[in-house]
């Protein structure tokens, strides 16, 4: 091959200057962004000032539609003067009836009447739904008037 084609392929794929490894693309390693990520969002912490809070095993956010994002084991800081808290982790969306038996340990009173609130909403709309799918299913049937069990 001729020695000024050669050079001209090998510049167009270094990167840096003389001396530098020859590949076209810089791949970040996963593990590097990882580490960068979690990094970025430590020193966002520092600037609200929020302190970590320890001994968190299970943070559940209860949302209207009967649902709960529940967090296993996560990370938990909180600042009280600026009434901030920050959770992550790996969250998993859960119903509600999945948690219960878990979450009544720990419910106090006030939560307790508001479980309850929560549970009557979901019954009532869990009957207009059975009602309306129950008319629709007997319509044609006609209602039982005889009583067939008794003898004469």
């Known amino acids: ?14 990167i840096g200057g003389k001396g530098t490894p ?24 520092k600037k609200l000032n929020m ?16 649902n709960v994002i529940n967090f296993q084991a996560p990370t938990v800081h909180a600042s009280l003067p ?3 808290v920050a959770i992550y982790g790996k969250p998993q969306e859960k119903s509600f009836a999945e948690i219960l038996p878990g979450v009544l340990n720990n419910l106090g009173p006030e939560s307790l009447a508001a479980l309850r609130k929560m549970a009557e909403q979901l019954k009532v709309s869990e009957g ?8 629709d299913a007997d319509g044609d049937i006609p209602d ?4 067939f ?3 004469d």
Do not use: C
């Open 128 to 135: 207009k739904a059975d009602g309306e799918a129950g008319k």
């Open 22 to 45: 020859r590949r076209k693309v810089k791949k970040p390693s996963k593990a590097a962004l990882s580490a960068a990520d979690e990094k970025k969002v430590q020193t966002s912490l």
């Open 1 to 14: 091959m001729d020695s000024a084609k050669l050079s001209k392929l090998q510049a167009g794929v270094r």
């Open 51 to 66: 302190q970590a809070l320890a001994g968190i095993q299970e943070v559940n956010m209860f949302k209207e539609d009967g």
């Open 82 to 84: 600026n009434e901030t």
């Open 144 to 147: 039982l008037v005889e009583k």
């Open 149 to 151: 069990d008794e003898q």
